[in-house]
């Protein structure tokens, strides 16, 4: 097992630039699965998540390779149509390929997504959107089962769901005739799937507000895309640098994608310039609470901001109350805080943070990706050393972190643990 060994009370200095959007590589790649012939997607991060989606994307018959940060998708000789159960549960995103696979072969055949470390996940807007296309969806043991021909539609979702937002998508652009989807989800990675979709021929407009308009039944051919930066790797460094302390310039993100998490940070006393493609966060006086901050759909808060951001504002003065409405079990990483010292105290979908002078090291493990992000930006800014477990969910979404932090001065480096010291929790 390996751990990350953080020093903590360093002030962070320099640039740092950020990587692919996770949260766009997986649709894309699932998107590429959509016409025979050759894709090429630039600025893919090396993540397990996404050699989770090669992996599905192999056992398909497609032909899928990484090279540095390009990733080259050839879907000429698709064969298959159902993905095992064992490498559904390898990522709970996989369903994004529920779209793309039906839309290609006009049949699905896939795991039901269980819950995960956030809570239920429920597929219901999936599944809803993919029927009224014309597709019949069967459930058996856990399995689903989706064929049919599929038919341009208008879709209504009773809520901005960004995956099944992108589901039917996927499907529409395969379908004959036209789609509107109303109520879809509107944020950036969307928008960097139409670009992709727009590139294999298809012709969809509208992402990025909440009606979505697809003119299905076009030609579609391999394409070349390169991704968006990562908004909520941006996030973790900002929140990083408020914590620790110091001037960090983050580039490779457009700061309007999280202009609402700027605007705390600059409210929790940080000094924040922005250019087209970089912030600048200067942290000097230490933190001070902050209005609520609810979590919303884009463009409101992102839940996924929410862990990196709690974890900044738990040192410092004052009192923060964050109130999540995306997922039911996203504070997991408010008691491994208070095993830092931190004063916060949770209430179903509330956390109230009272902000303490210091945080001191810990061992801590992380229960999900954000999480964990969470508890590096809160051991940057403690006083002493902590050691933080569960890697494989930071692994799915941040790539050359301990680099990239070390860069920036701070004292962050990735060990090996000894068996015997896996269970050992104090220094
Ligand atoms: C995506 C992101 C994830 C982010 C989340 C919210 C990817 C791969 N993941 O996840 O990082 O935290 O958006 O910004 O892009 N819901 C239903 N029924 C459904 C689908 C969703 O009730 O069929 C609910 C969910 O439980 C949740 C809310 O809708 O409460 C939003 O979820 P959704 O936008 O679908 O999130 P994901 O696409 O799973």
């Known amino acids: 097992m390996q751990a990350i060994i953080v020093e903590g009370g360093r002030p962070l200095v320099g640039g740092v630039r950020v990587h692919g959007a996770k949260n766009s590589v997986l649709p894309i790649l699932a998107a590429?699965?959509?016409?025979p012939g050759q894709s090429v997607i630039h600025n893919c991060p090396p993540l397990s998540d996404v050699a989770a989606s090669l992996d599905i994307l192999r056992h398909l018959g497609c032909r899928a390779e990484q090279h540095g940060t390009d990733l080259t998708v050839d879907a000429t000789a698709l064969t298959g149509s159902s993905v095992p159960d064992a490498l559904m549960r390898e990522m709970r995103s996989s369903v994004i390929f529920l779209g793309a696979i039906l839309g290609r072969t006009g049949e699905a055949e896939l795991t039901f997504p269980g819950g995960c470390e956030l809570g239920p996940?429920?597929?219901?807007?999936?599944?809803?959107?993919?029927?009224?296309?014309?597709?019949?969806?069967?459930?058996?043991?856990?399995?689903?089962?989706?064929?049919g021909k599929l038919t341009g539609k208008e879709i209504v979702f009773t809520r901005p769901s960004v995956g099944a937002t992108e589901?039917?998508?996927?499907?529409?652009?395969?379908?004959?005739?036209?789609?509107?989807?109303?109520n879809a989800a509107r944020e950036p990675e969307i928008v960097d799937l139409q670009g992709f979709l727009r590139a294999m021929g298809a012709e969809v407009q509208g992402a990025g507000s909440s009606t979505i308009l697809i003119q299905g039944g076009r030609p579609l051919h391999g394409g070349e895309y390169t991704v968006l930066g990562d908004r909520i790797v941006a996030c973790t460094y900002l929140a990083a640098a408020a914590?620790?302390?110091?001037a960090v310039t983050v580039t490779g993100a457009q700061p309007g994608h999280f202009s609402t998490v700027t605007a705390v940070l600059a409210e929790a006393g940080c000094t924040v310039r922005t250019g087209p493609d970089w912030v600048e966060l200067v942290s000097r006086e230490g933190l001070k609470g902050v209005r609520p901050i609810h979590t919303a759909p884009y463009p409101g808060f992102p839940t996924d901001a929410q862990p990196p951001v709690l974890a900044a504002l738990a040192r410092g003065r004052g009192t923060t109350l964050f109130v999540e409405h995306i997922f039911e079990n996203r504070y997991r990483h408010a008691q491994e805080l208070c095993r830092m010292g931190a004063d916060i105290k949770v209430e179903g979908r509330v956390a109230v943070v009272s902000g303490v002078p210091s945080l001191h090291g810990a061992a801590v493990e992380a229960a999900d990706l954000r999480g964990g992000a969470a508890l590096l930006v809160a051991a940057l800014g403690a006083e002493g050393e902590s050691r933080i477990t569960g890697l494989r969910h930071l692994d799915r979404g941040y790539a050359n972190l301990e680099d990239s932090l070390s860069a920036l001065g701070g004292r962050v480096r990735r060990v090996e643990l000894e068996p015997s010291a896996e269970h050992r929790t104090v220094f």
């Not at 590429?32 to 016409?35: E, G, T, V, Y």
């Not at 589901?167 to 109303?182: D, F, K, Q, S």
């Open 32 to 35: 590429a699965i959509l016409a």
């Open 121 to 147: 996940r429920p597929i219901d807007l999936h599944l809803r959107a993919i029927r009224e296309l014309g597709a019949e969806v069967k459930e058996e043991g856990g399995r689903l089962h989706c064929r």
């Open 167 to 182: 589901n039917a998508m996927l499907c529409a652009v395969t379908a004959e005739g036209t789609t509107t989807l109303h």
């Open 243 to 246: 914590a620790a302390g110091g």
